[in-house]
């Protein structure tokens, strides 16, 4: 499975990636958005992993922003600054799935395979 990970917490990002290591995942990481986006010109990837609290852009204008033009593409947005009536807003607005942070390598790497 091919994964774009937006997220711009090198630590988080960088433990998330070798916790799932020994997964058939494929990663490819960027810090931003607008990076995130260009990536998405000219890659396909299965599924879109991405904080929701970003910098110059949020993972929710992100989210928007790639139903735009890839409508087909899953999106798991993550974050641990978000209220629970919220979840609903951003899956209608395009996530498939909403993670709260803390999460475990485990569910999430549950919460892939059930996008697959």
Do not use: C
């Amino acid at each position: 499975m091919n994964v774009l990970y937006i997220e711009d917490d090198i630590d988080v990002a960088h433990a998330v990636m070798d916790a799932l290591q020994t997964e058939n995942y494929q990663f490819t990481h960027t810090y931003d958005a607008e990076t995130a986006l260009d990536k998405l010109q000219v890659q396909q990837f299965d599924v879109i992993l991405t904080d929701l609290n970003l910098p110059n852009m949020t993972g929710l204008e992100l989210i928007l922003k790639i139903r735009e033009q890839w409508a087909d593409v899953k999106i798991v947005g993550i974050s641990g600054f978000i209220e629970p009536e919220e979840v609903d807003r951003i899956k209608l607005l395009g996530a498939d799935l909403i993670l709260l942070k803390p999460i475990t390598p485990a569910e999430l790497s549950q919460a892939l395979r059930s996008l697959a």
